[in-house]
């Protein structure tokens, strides 16, 4: 059953593949942004925690269960159900996950789609074109409409390709570039003046900010968002890992790629804002907080590299570059998640499904851009905020109140058949029945009275 549904052929095109889907935009972009507003250093502990202690038991609840399964996640939370009742709200956990997850790529596409036009700026400065990297460089409708759908073109042609000839190939072709590039990122910004200031902020915590409930919470969000978790993406392509593989391991190493690559980000992100700072930039608000967010990168790394003559053009075409494949290889992931769901569901071919779900994404997105002010923002707070550790907390209770003990035992053993004498399991099975479900409703709950 697995093979003709699609299988990775290899651990380390599973662990491409996962680390790909998990690193992007919200390592690259989200992470250091949120820790350049979120005292530094001690957002960067805040995440490092909370990315071992509750996002890795919420993947492996996502792993084992969809390798289990061998299902989308609609019919691997459906088959581990005791109930009627069980059944009937893994139907709809999985089913808004695909809508989730569906939404979650209608404003990443936007996003990856500036990143696009943004190094196709700099490189068409470089030869000359200044018309048209003008053109390219500005937050035009016709332009972000324009370059929203040649991603989700290249996002719909790799899906088209399955689990090895698309999602398994490309995420292995592109995550060492991604890697060398941003290595060779770090290595320079770090070389250039006011870096060093950067650094302090990265590296030194602000301990009055470390356990704020508002910081706790963006780390809990940048977290989950980080390691793909809660629309059922890891459940899916847990689904795709060959039974001979050991799952706890695999785990690990998606979360430590996905984790190390956030902070050696922050290592570029935040050095880069000082060393605008020094370049004459603006970086502080009027209010005398760090800008963040989209201003950060949209704004504050242009105006860098343009005080940096030559080499700001050379890397600014390497960074933009960075961000467009760390998104494709995260949104092939998205994209998968609705289309395993409607092939294994109703029966459709793979092309016809990609073609049909890949478009309706596109409108939505098209849509998004015409009401920008308004459903931009509402969007990523729905899919991120909320959805994302509800669902997460959902896939936790699957595993460990719905599903039997032994079951969940016997397929860890299929690719470690001295699982039941490992730390993870005297630690994980009650730790994702108790600890995981309960902070990541606290810090939930506090999320949405706050
Ligand atoms: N993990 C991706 C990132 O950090 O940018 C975002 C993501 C991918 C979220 C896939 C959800 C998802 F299903």
Not at 142 to 155: E, H, K, Y
Not at 367 to 396: D, H, K, M, W
């Amino acid at each position: 059953m697995a093979s003709s549904r699609g299988e990775f052929s290899s651990r380390l095109g599973f662990i491409m593949a996962a680390a790909g889907s998990a690193v992007g935009l919200g390592n690259i972009w989200g992470f250091p942004t949120q820790a350049a507003s979120n005292g530094g250093a001690a957002f960067l502990l805040a995440y490092l925690v909370l990315a071992f202690t509750l996002a890795y038991p919420a993947l492996m609840a996502e792993l084992i269960i969809g390798r289990h399964a061998h299902a989308n996640a609609v019919g691997a939370l459906r088959l581990i159900s005791i109930g009627p009742k069980t059944r009937f709200l893994g139907t709809c956990s999985g089913s808004i996950g695909f809508i989730v997850a569906s939404l979650i790529l209608s404003f990443y596409a936007i996003v990856a789609g500036w990143m696009v036009a943004l190094g196709l700026s700099s490189l068409a400065g470089l030869v000359g074109l200044s018309d048209l990297s003008q053109w390219l460089g500005e937050f035009g409708l016709v332009r972000n409409i324009v370059f929203m759908l040649i991603f989700m073109g290249l996002t719909i042609g790799i899906i088209t390709g399955g689990v090895q000839e698309g999602i398994e190939r490309w995420s292995t072709r592109l995550m060492p570039i991604l890697l060398v590039a941003l290595v060779l990122l770090v290595a320079y910004v770090l070389t250039l003046d006011g870096a060093g200031e950067g650094l302090k902020v990265y590296l030194l915590p602000d301990f009055d900010q470390i356990f704020t409930p508002k910081l706790i919470i963006a780390a809990l969000g940048s977290a989950f968002f980080s390691l793909s978790l809660g629309v059922g993406t890891m459940l899916i392509y847990g689904s795709y890992i060959s039974d001979k593989e050991n799952l706890s391991v695999l785990g690990g190493w998606v979360t430590l790629i996905d984790i190390s690559i956030a902070v050696l980000a922050g290592f570029l992100v935040l050095p880069a804002m000082y060393v605008a700072l020094h370049n004459g930039v603006e970086i502080f608000t009027a209010s005398g907080a760090l800008i963040s967010e989209d201003t950060l990168i949209f704004t504050v790394l242009p105006e860098l590299f343009a005080t940096m003559g030559l080499a700001g053009v050379i890397v600014s075409v390497v960074f933009f570059v960075l961000m467009s494949i760390a998104a494709l290889t995260s949104s092939i992931s998205m994209l998968e998640v609705p289309v395993a769901y409607t092939i294994e569901e109703h029966g459709v071919s793979r092309r016809t499904a990609v073609i049909a779900i890949g478009s309706a994404i596109a409108v939505c997105s098209t849509i998004i851009l015409f009401n920008f002010e308004t459903l931009f923002g509402l969007v990523v707070a729905i899919t991120t905020r909320y959805s994302q550790p509800l669902l997460g907390f959902v896939f936790c209770m699957y595993a460990g109140w719905v599903w039997h003990r032994d079951n969940l035992l016997q397929e860890l053993q299929k690719g470690n058949p001295g699982a039941e004498h490992t730390l993870f399991w005297k630690i994980w099975p009650w730790y994702v029945r108790l600890v995981c479900p309960i902070i990541i409703l606290t810090i939930f709950v506090q999320s949405v009275i706050g």
